[in-house]
């Protein structure tokens, strides 16, 4: 079996984003909150989407 090819920059990717996943015990949350606060730091001006409505599966069933 060939095994594939490993591309550096999707390697030193992975690695960084693994430090920055361990800096916070790997936690979800905390990850994430540590995300916006760079964002909000950053002086930076990002696009906010409203949240979509997800039907629950019954409702997508009686529509069809």
Request: charged share 35%.
């Amino acid at each position: 079996m060939k095994t594939p090819q490993t591309d550096p920059i999707i390697a030193e990717v992975r690695a960084i984003r693994d430090q920055h996943a361990a800096r916070f015990d790997y936690d979800v949350k905390a990850i994430f909150r540590d995300i916006q606060a760079r964002q909000e730091a950053s002086g930076r001006k990002y696009v906010r989407y409203p949240a979509r409505h997800i039907a629950p599966e019954s409702e997508v069933q009686e529509t069809r």
